[in-house]
């Protein structure tokens, strides 16, 4: 009886993990090898080495040249080798692979005993791939640490996407794909989804009414916009899907110190030579990721802090305006009230006009 409690127990705690690991967390390596005169090698060894954690994946090709390598790190540099008895080893260094791709490899083998000399493969990508499963984007982790972003925020560099537009009606980070709702987008970071349930965020992440990032720009390491994929591994999207991973730990010890910071100071005044009104914010963190047993375990760990002081657009201030909150049920002086109560137990609501 206690054997059986123990096998369900573990059941239940093994389903959310099977429920939540959904999403593109990872690429992957496929391809043919060869013989000089186009024949399928069967038997063949590919090893893929992620140089950055000594990381290795090994596959051996089937009765039709063919080989599949899932679920390997993304990024890279990759040292392919491909080896077969009685065939030269052919070996292709510096290969990078990009998030949810599947990277596509050929090899012509040639006998051991006969000398062509030097052999270079050359790869160029392809105007269009089989390996697609639909409309993405990728943006690389080059590509968030040389960019500008204001925001520091996925909405930023989702402006890279023909067809992303920032809806007007809404703040800058509330972005639409393909002519959908922002609502109807779908954000997962490291396959777990990360999306604003109640809906009432226009960027679509927890925190986002008060302009909060659901995680730090600098522990991404690369992440993608897919549209319409046809991938049993994307879903729960009809607009738009943010496919976000993590940095991890390599070999080499990295890390970083930021700070970010702006004001009104710094913008000048606005349209008619209206002055801006005071705000500031402050962005601050660190990163630091190396080995704990070097090419088997790896740590990473960011930290980060936002500070941030705005005008707000509404106000009570007994006017009847339209950004008059107050109205005719709530005066200024039952507003001024409230906050004396608020500060006598030490607490500063903030201000109200």
């Given at each position: 009886m206690r054997k059986t409690l123990w096998i369900g127990l573990l059941m239940l705690l093994s389903m959310p993990v099977l429920v939540l690991g959904q999403g593109a967390t990872t690429a992957e390596f496929s391809g043919v090898i060869?013989?000089?005169?186009?024949m399928p090698l069967p038997g063949a060894e590919i090893t893929a080495v992620h140089v950055p954690t000594g990381t290795t994946y090994t596959t051996i090709s089937r009765a039709d040249g063919r080989f599949n390598i899932p679920a390997v790190r993304v990024g890279g540099p990759y040292t392919i080798t491909?080896?077969?008895?009685?065939?030269?080893?052919?070996?292709?260094?510096?290969?990078?692979?990009?998030?949810g791709e599947n990277k596509q490899l050929s090899y012509k083998l040639v006998l051991a005993n006969v000398d062509l000399g030097e052999v270079t493969v050359v790869a160029s990508e392809a105007e269009l791939s089989t390996a697609r499963t639909g409309a993405a984007h990728n943006v690389t982790q080059a590509a968030i640490e040389n960019m500008p972003s204001i925001s520091r925020n996925f909405s930023d560099f989702t402006r890279l996407v023909p067809?992303?537009?920032?809806?007007?009606?809404?703040?800058?980070?509330?972005?639409?794909?393909?002519?959908?709702?922002n609502r109807y987008n779908n954000v997962q970071i490291d396959g777990a989804v990360n999306?604003?349930?109640?809906?009432?965020?226009d960027s679509g992440t927890p925190g986002g009414q008060a302009g909060t990032n659901p995680i730090s720009l600098?522990?991404?390491?690369?992440?993608q916009i897919v549209i319409a994929p046809y991938d049993v591994r994307q879903g729960g999207f009809t607009g738009g899907g943010i496919n976000a991973i993590t940095r991890s730990g390599t070999n080499q010890w990295h890390?970083?110190?930021f700070y970010y910071g702006r004001w009104d100071a710094l913008v000048g005044k606005g349209e008619d030579d209206t002055p801006v009104g005071e705000f500031k914010e402050h962005q601050y963190g660190f990163r630091l990721g190396g080995p704990i047993m070097k090419d088997k375990l790896f740590f990473f760990v960011n930290g980060e802090i936002t500070r941030r002081t705005q005008p707000n657009d509404y106000l009570i201030d007994d006017t009847g305006n339209s950004n008059d909150w107050g109205g005719a049920a709530v005066t200024l002086a039952d507003v001024q009230r409230f906050l004396d109560i608020c500060q006598s137990y030490g607490y500063d609501p903030g201000g109200y006009g």
């Open positions: 060869l013989s000089s005169d186009e491909v080896t077969m008895e009685g065939f030269k080893t052919d070996t292709t260094n510096d290969v990078y692979v990009k998030l067809q992303v537009n920032i809806s007007e009606n809404f703040s800058d980070q509330a972005y639409s794909v393909a002519g959908k709702n999306n604003d349930l109640f809906g009432l965020a600098d522990a991404i390491q690369e992440f890390g970083s110190v």
